[in-house]
């Protein structure tokens, strides 16, 4: 879960399998605008090979099964557009030469897209309620949390986005808490 829209990144490491040569590279991964589809910018370090002349990036939804296939040429970093939101893409790599020859596929990496976070808006409360907006991408399911310790943290409310959620029990209580979470 992802608490704001501004630009988000996160990074692991990917290991690449180019021409003999093991590297491990760093992965950064950025999902910088809200919306339906993000991306994935993946970095790794160059063969040592000096008949390489490009590189082609695989994914797919499945482990091991690359249905997509991005020729990037002699660079060492590639971004690839146009995922889902709560998706799960798996990676690899091959370097090629001036023959078309390619490499064995490099180590395999994963990337789970994030999704937007909800925006609570408009809070108000009346007589022995409170209540607020959830807006967050349409269709998506929010599981309203509340906590009276910011400890402990109970669902309240599912509900799909864009909702009004009231707490009519908030009088109950001296202070109360609440939070938005993606269910999935």
């Not at 090979?49 to 060492?76: C, P």
């Not at 146009?82 to 030469?97: D, P, V």
């Amino acid at each position: 879960m992802f608490d704001s829209f501004s630009a988000l990144s996160r990074t692991s490491l990917v290991a690449f399998w180019v021409s003999g040569l093991f590297a491990i590279a760093p992965l950064t991964i950025r999902a910088s605008q809200p919306g339906p589809t993000q991306s994935v910018t993946l970095k790794w370090y160059p063969s040592t090979a000096t008949n390489i002349v490009g590189y082609e990036i695989y994914y797919g939804g499945a482990s091991g099964d690359y249905t997509n296939e991005v020729a990037v040429g002699n660079v060492t970093n590639a971004s690839v557009s146009g995922l889902l939101e709560g998706a799960t893409y798996y990676f690899a790599a091959k370097a090629y030469n001036a023959s078309g020859v390619a490499s064995p596929f490099s180590n395999q990496t994963s990337y789970t897209v994030p999704t937007a976070a909800a925006m609570l808006l408009e809070p108000a409360s009346s007589i022995g309620a409170f209540s607020f907006n959830v807006n967050g991408p349409s269709g998506y399911t929010y599981v309203i949390q509340a906590s009276t310790n910011m400890v402990n943290w109970v669902p309240v409310m599912t509900n799909t986005a864009p909702f009004e959620f009231v707490d009519s029990n908030a009088d109950l209580f001296n202070q109360r808490f609440y939070r938005s979470v993606y269910s999935q």
